[in-house]
């Protein structure tokens, strides 16, 4: 991704680079997000005025709230499993991160371009899984435990829908390496939102089970089990959850972007030239926050399912759902 | 109704003798039918409420009776009543008000059980309901001092299962068959009955109530709390000459 | 179940057997059964409460789990009982108003309107027709203030965040106009024996309309965004049936008793100084039982209580607002229970008067008590994310159950 500034780094220079470009990918938009919608959005709908005081209407408050949360203290509940407790976070953490590899922003600016880039990508959103189930167990709490559980069952059974509405995508572009789907996009002439609205839509609700938010938030939900796995978090092991799961819904959203909305390209502008490397990142910026816009709309709007229902949604609605899709999609791909 | 309290509670069917209640005359018959000697008296508000005073060991079958054939199958409530006249009164005495006040000796006053009568010191009293027919009894039953237990009510209304409970925490009363007989409110080792009219209430015994002003001297009654007739002392109240001039009097026309 | 089991399990081994195919179900039966015995899984207690999200206030359950599903469910109470019965004995009449507030503290006017009235009953004491309506319109709005906040309160409790806030921002232009006319948001403290304590402020009755108003768009909204939401539905529909007659015996009241399909409501059925049957109004009520029909019929008795409230303004009639009693009130001697149909249900005071300043007792038979009396059986079996849908929906106040 360094190509296009020109520049001849050593090895260790370009990782520190990329690590630090990584962070901000990962960190800007989960503060946007945060800030936007958390704050905000959901302020506005719910007839309130969010935070007011920190900053011009509150834009400090992210800092304000970063602050408080260094300063908690870091408890562990007496018998919790030391380790496994520490380490669940981290766990959650390294797997958005992992996220951000495939992700590109332009025709040359990308982490790495792996030729399997949305299956990877799929693949390391499930190793959050074993950071829930860690946090449900370590925390030695029946409510983190049941939250932990839950949230098991959830991520599995949803990645399913998630993979397959994926497929259509992959069969119509003919690649798995999500640059090139980009690219196949503007080929096309059109996004594939519009060919494959029904993967969409399957896409839309499987990552809103994924990151486990409402009317998919079981997991921790408030009014049953205090708040799930978090339960016995506090402090900056709370934060770190309270990124990822931003965090992940930031990439996620960018990833569908780059799927269903043509990534970094502009209609009627050449997705590989040059000048893309640098707004492509921003397009993209712009094509997520839509898309998280309609994740966090719901999330505003909706009561959550009980277990068994979203069980049920899953096995019985989604993945037959989406199993046609592929099907339909398949059939054209041989036809026309 | 007689405003005489000094009167019994019996002599109150002939001061009303001119108001009559059929339905609630024959409720009454209906029992004092079905449970012969196990219903004792019964007391009758006109239009307004009945009494039945049974027998312990008809307590039960006065429920069944009343939620089966009588259609009275609302629970409204179940509880007791403890007739002895408290020995604290109000409570008012703590310390310091006997240094100031000096201590009343009180007089342990004579008990006086009410509608329908009774003759010991607990009474059961239960309470139903007929939502078709819209009318209610009390029922009652009287708990002799050495034995104070009762038949539970719950195989005739699951619903007794909490208020018997309470009872049995508050006045100490057992109820005989209950499978479940522990503390509903009070902490599990806590030690007497609450509801019982010899259990102080011992906030007021630590600390002089600041509401104790209020009741004690009253700028127009020379003698509080003392045997002033109801009727003499009767004033308007202030704001009721206000009623005429408010501004929605007239919106309200 | 094993042990009849493994019989045929060892009969497979007799080839001749084998083939047939009924053995060979029961074998895998058998088999199956094993599987389960090594997998059987102990029980898990859940205590719900005192402090949790769900019980709104101090309520704990005790809840023996098999997986997500409840087994038994036993609801403890008490960190909150206040001894109103006993305190009741020490304070004089007018200052039992005061305390029998804290009941159910978010429909406090309607607290004191029985208590009153079975004081008044005893006195043959009548307030006059002015100072009843305006209780009346007062206890009606009481009960808009108490049942918006369990409107916006289910729907948080099955994960709808927006709605609770929309039932606070509505439901303080009721409160503002509780506030106005009686001095108390949540504690009006305005009845007397004998009337109330003062009339209604200038230019009260028409915003007290507009506020009206503003209730009926707030069901209207709740409407379409709660109640007409799929998952809301599919959370509620079926969930925490309640069969009529089974209420009645547990003494159910109120909208959960009007959900099962019971058509009884006191303010209707029961004959009451206040003005309810002066005015046309309609008693609302669902066949089902469920969680779902009781937060319908509360919808639907929060629209009807605020025409109450403008039907009861528009009729208000002139005169004054207290009675003649002694400045001093003692109570003749006598018994008297008086029950009237509050927000949370019926609720009476069963007021035992020895002619002194002080109840000699006061049986205060709250709604909520009865409610929630049937909650062991009603959660039996349920999934966890029922519980919270149930306890929502037969909608208890913490102080109305612990007194």
């Not at chain 1, 896409?203 to 089970?209: C, G, K, P, T």
């Not at chain 2, 699951?158 to 902490?187: C, K, Q, S």
């Not at chain 2, 109530?209 to 308007?236: K, N």
């Amino acid at each position: 991704m360094l190509t296009p500034l020109a520049l001849e780094f050593a090895y260790w220079q370009e990782t520190i680079v990329k690590i630090v470009i990584g962070l901000v990918a990962v960190l800007l938009p989960t503060g946007a997000l945060v800030y936007m919608f958390l704050f905000k959005m959901m302020s506005f709908m719910q007839s309130r005025l969010g935070p007011m005081e920190t900053g011009p209407h509150g834009a400090m408050q992210l800092l304000a709230e970063f602050g408080k949360f260094l300063q908690k203290e870091d408890i562990f509940p007496s018998k919790a499993d030391r380790w496994v407790f520490a380490a669940a976070p981290f766990v959650v953490l390294v797997s958005t991160f992992m996220l951000v590899l495939v992700l590109p922003g332009g025709p040359s600016a990308y982490f790495t371009d792996l030729s399997t880039g949305i299956y990877f990508a799929l693949a390391v959103s499930s190793v959050s899984v074993i950071g829930t189930l860690m946090a449900g167990w370590g925390s030695n709490s029946k409510y983190a435990l049941l939250g932990g559980l839950r949230a098991a069952g959830q991520l599995i059974a949803y990645e399913l829908p998630l993979v397959l509405s994926v497929v259509g995508v992959v069969i119509m572009a003919g690649t798995l390496n999500l640059r090139e789907i980009v690219l196949s996009q503007s080929d096309f002439g059109i996004w594939f939102i519009i060919p494959q609205f029904l993967g969409f839509l399957i896409y839309l609700i499987a990552i809103q089970a994924e990151l486990t938010q409402p009317p998919f938030d079981m997991p921790v939900a408030e009014s049953e089990l205090v708040t799930g796995y978090l339960t016995e978090y506090s402090g900056l092991r709370f934060l770190l959850f309270f990124i990822a799961e931003f965090a992940t819904a930031a990439i996620f959203s960018a990833i569908g972007a780059t799927l269903f909305l043509g990534g970094w390209t502009i209609p009627f502008v050449d997705p590989t030239a040059e000048f893309m490397n640098y707004i492509g990142p921003f397009v993209l910026g712009i094509k997520m926050i839509g898309i998280a816009f309609l994740i966090f709309w719901f999330r505003v709007t909706y009561p959550r399912f009980r277990e068994d229902q979203l069980q049920r949604l899953a096995w019985k609605f989604l993945i037959p759902l989406a199993l046609f899709n592929i099907v339909v999609t398949a059939v054209f791909k041989v036809v026309f | 109704m007689s405003t005489d309290t000094t009167e019994h509670t019996e002599t109150n069917d002939e001061v009303e003798i001119v108001e009559t209640d059929t339905v609630r005359e024959a409720l009454a018959t209906a029992f004092a039918d079905h449970l012969g000697d196990g219903c004792i008296e019964s007391h009758i508000t006109p239009g307004s409420d009945l009494w039945i005073r049974v027998d312990r060991s008809s307590w039960v079958d006065a429920a069944r009776f009343a939620s089966g054939p009588l259609g009275m199958s609302w629970l409204d409530f179940v509880s007791a009543i403890d007739w002895m006249p408290s020995p604290f009164g109000r409570e008012m005495e703590a310390e310091q008000d006997w240094v100031v006040h000096g201590r009343d000796e009180r007089q342990p006053a004579e008990q006086v059980t009410g509608y329908a009568g009774g003759d010991t010191r607990f009474q059961m009293l239960l309470r139903v309901y007929s939502i078709d027919e819209h009318i209610g009894v009390t029922i009652k039953a009287d708990l002799p001092d050495d034995d104070l237990s009762i038949d539970t009510l719950l195989p005739v209304f699951a619903g007794a299962n909490w208020h018997e409970r309470e009872i049995w925490e508050m006045f100490g009363i057992t109820l005989t068959g209950h499978p479940d007989l522990r503390a509903l409110y009070l902490p599990s080792g806590f030690e007497g009955n609450p509801m019982r009219k010899d259990y102080p209430l011992v906030a007021r015994r630590v600390k002089p109530w600041p509401g104790i002003v209020d009741v004690e001297a009253m700028p127009a009654a020379d003698e509080p709390a003392a045997d002033e007739p109801a009727a003499d002392d009767t004033t308007d109240a202030d704001d009721t000459t206000d009623a005429d001039d408010t501004t929605d009097a007239g919106a309200s026309a | 179940m094993t042990a009849e089991l493994t019989l045929p399990a060892d009969a497979l081994a007799n080839q001749d057997l084998a083939n047939n195919a009924q053995l060979r179900y029961i074998a895998s039966q058998a088999a199956d059964s094993r599987i389960n015995v090594e997998l059987e899984t102990e029980g898990m207690t859940l205590n719900i409460g005192p402090q949790h999200p769900a019980t709104h206030g101090t309520l704990r359950i005790v809840a023996k789990l098999d997986g997500e599903q409840v087994i038994e469910a036993q609801p403890i109470m008490g960190y909150m009982h206040r001894g109103y019965e006993k305190l009741t004995e020490v304070r004089t009449y007018p200052q039992v108003t005061t305390l029998i507030n804290r009941i159910d503290w978010v429909g406090s006017f309607a607290n004191e309107v029985p208590f009153i009235l079975a004081a008044e009953e005893l006195m043959d004491v009548e307030a006059p027709p002015r100072a009843q309506w305006i209780r009346t319109a007062l206890f009606e709005m009481g009960r808009i203030a108490n049942i918006m906040l369990f409107l916006g309160d289910m729907a948080v409790q099955l994960g709808g965040i927006t709605a609770v806030f929309y039932a606070f921002r509505d439901r303080e232009f009721v409160l503002n106009q509780i506030e106005s006319a009686t001095g108390g948001r949540f504690h009006p403290n305005f009845n007397r024996i004998g009337g109330i304590k003062d009339d209604l402020p200038a230019g009260w009755i028409e915003e007290t309309k507009s506020a009206m108003v503003k209730v009926r768009e707030f069901c209207d909204e709740m409407e379409d965004l709660v109640v007409g939401n799929e998952i809301f539905q599919s959370r509620c529909r079926g969930v925490g049936v309640i069969p009529a007659e089974l209420a009645k015996e547990y003494g159910l009241s109120g909208a959960n008793l009007r959900g099962s399909g019971v058509d009884w409501d006191l303010r209707r059925d029961e004959p009451s100084p206040l003005a309810w049957s002066e005015i046309d109004w309609k008693v609302w009520t669902h066949p089902d039982g469920d969680s779902f029909s009781r937060y319908w019929v509360r919808l639907q008795e929060t629209r009807e209580a605020s025409l109450m409230v403008e039907k009861l303004l528009d009729n208000l009639p002139a005169g004054p607002i207290m009675a003649k009693v002694p400045r001093i009130i003692k109570v003749p001697e006598g018994e008297s229970y008086v029950q009237t149909e509050n927000p949370l249900g019926a609720m009476g005071y069963y007021v035992v008067s020895k002619g002194e300043l002080t109840p000699f007792r006061v049986k205060i038979r709250t709604a909520s008590f009865s409610n929630m009396s049937i909650t062991p059986w009603l959660l039996e079996g349920v999934y966890v994310p029922d519980i919270a849908t149930i306890l929502a929906s037969l909608y208890f106040i913490l102080g109305d159950i612990d007194r």
